[in-house]
């Protein structure tokens, strides 16, 4: 079994297709993340010019809560009360980053993409769920609505001064945590790899190997432990690049992150394992499937927007908890941002079932495959 291993490493190993996207690519992806926005909590912002058009219907309230903007943090906007043309005008010369129509429903205008128009966004979005919050509290419990209100206007407040498990929120890290998922999930290139060897109708290899008297689960075993051992690999090393080099802020116990890592890389490459087992599907459909699971997966959890995954909890929990990627990124804040250890081991053994579930799977696939001829 060990000669099995070791010869399945280093065929692995001399493959493009499985040394560059699980290890090469989150290492180039994590180190553009890194000079994109990893200190961003370290910059010093200079106030946002945005400009505020009203319309024929007015909003007070909306006018309300951006004055409280104002007077919690001076320095994050500066509004300027315009006509449509002038704002229009001003955003096309750059003068202002956005303009908000103060109708009954806000809006925003912005003709580009930067931190000062993610804050604006922001600011929208904090409206449209405090707006949510105060009509929720209306319909089932309208005596306390001064009391939310007030509560309310304290958050700021609130938020400094405590965090949960006494640990604070870094809104960058979440992209990492997606990142290192993202690279968990890449290890199905190289489980991919492993199926197509064991396989006689696609590669000589897997002729000369399918008419050898090894067991057929003594094979997959070898194959699936070998191409977890370079998967598992794979992610320790982005994990030390990204603590070590980096020097991102990961407060997390290292012998956590390294057990996170460890199921993380066993269903990346069962994934692999089993889609590449579907004989009925062409090489190239397969490739294509591994690549939408892959980025679907890691754009719900967070890895392109940063609400998404907080989107998809409010809207469809269920994806969360079945979400390879949303599980491992999730496991990672249970201990670097919220002290949650039940939870921290529902995502793994989560992401153990569905481990074994696709191993088995696909040790019935490959099983039943016969051949006429090799």
């Known amino acids: 079994m060990l000669h099995l291993i070791k010869y399945d490493i280093l065929v692995k190993l001399r493959n493009f297709n499985m040394t560059f ?4 690519f ?5 180190t553009f993340f890194f000079f994109a926005f990893g200190n961003l909590n370290d910059a010093d912002f200079e106030t946002v010019q945005v400009a505020l058009v009203r319309e024929t219907t007015d909003n007070p309230l909306f006018d309300f809560y951006l004055d409280q903007v104002q007077k919690s943090d001076s320095d994050l906007i500066s509004l300027h009360e315009m006509t449509e043309p002038k704002a229009l005008a001003a955003l096309k010369n750059k003068e202002i980053s ?57 958050t700021r407040d609130l938020v400094q001064e405590v965090s949960p498990g006494g640990k604070t929120i870094d809104g960058t890290s979440q992209f990492f945590y997606a990142l290192i998922a993202m690279a968990c999930l890449y290890g199905c290139f190289i489980g991919f790899g492993s199926a197509i060897t064991l396989q006689a109708n696609l590669t000589a290899l897997a002729a000369r190997r399918s008419v ?62 089993f889609i590449g087992s579907l004989s009925k599907i062409g090489e190239g459909i397969k490739v294509a499937v591994i690549l939408a699971i892959s980025m679907v997966c890691s754009f719900l959890s967070g890895l392109m927007n940063s609400s998404m995954k907080d989107t998809v909890e409010k809207h469809c929990p269920i994806i969360n908890r079945i979400n390879p990627a949303a599980l491992i990124s999730d496991a990672f804040y249970c201990i670097n941002v919220y002290d949650d250890p039940a939870r921290y081991y529902r995502n793994l053994l989560t992401l153990a079932v569905m481990s074994s579930a696709l191993v088995f799977a696909s040790f019935l696939l490959i099983r039943r495959n016969r051949y006429d001829s090799i």
Request: charged share 10%.
């Open 98 to 154: 956005g303009i908000y129509h103060a109708g009954m429903t806000p809006s925003l205008t912005i003709n580009a993409h930067g931190i000062p128009e993610s804050i604006l966004q922001s600011i929208l979005e904090s409206y449209d769920n405090s707006l949510h919050t105060i009509r929720t509290i209306l319909k089932k419990h309208p005596s306390g609505l001064l009391n939310g209100l007030t509560q309310m206007m304290d």
């Open 26 to 30: 989150p290492l180039i992806l994590g």
């Open 21 to 24: 996207w699980p290890l090469i």
């Open 212 to 273: 050898t008297p090894t067991h057929k689960l003594k094979l997959i075993l070898s194959e699936q432990i070998s191409s977890f051992l370079i998967g598992y690999v794979d992610v320790i090393i982005l994990l030390i690049y990204l603590r070590n080099i980096l020097k991102l802020d990961f407060q997390g116990q290292i012998g956590k992150m390294l057990l996170i890592s460890l199921f993380g890389s066993l269903i990346g490459v069962s994934m692999g394992l």
